[in-house]
């Protein structure tokens, strides 16, 4: 039950890796000034604000779309990170004001 459990965690928690915010930085950034670029040139070219509206709305859920679930793209490369040293005999040696405190 617990694998369960941690797979849907794992599912529903969403980590992405530093290179993925970066990646997704981008993308949202540059598919925005798209669908604003194609939102004003329909609603110019048509001469329709409401279609403006519309396809500005559009380009703004799609990029919402592509960026904010965690897909696997954006977790290519996770970071290494220390293993906590609570579990190694005799603890962390962190001393602070001459008293040792973990």
Do not use: C
């Amino acid at each position: 039950m617990d694998d369960v459990l941690a797979s849907v965690q794992d599912i529903f928690e969403g980590q992405i890796d530093f290179h993925g915010q970066h990646m997704a930085e981008i993308l949202s950034t540059a598919l925005l000034i798209l669908s604003g670029v194609v939102a004003f040139l329909a609603g110019y070219i048509y001469r329709d604000l409401h279609l403006t509206l519309w396809v500005g709305l559009a380009g703004t859920l799609v990029t919402g779309l592509a960026v904010i679930p965690p897909w696997p793209v954006y977790n290519k490369s996770p970071e290494k990170w220390l293993v906590s040293s609570a579990g190694r005999v005799g603890g962390a040696r962190v001393m602070v004001d001459g008293t040792k405190v973990a």
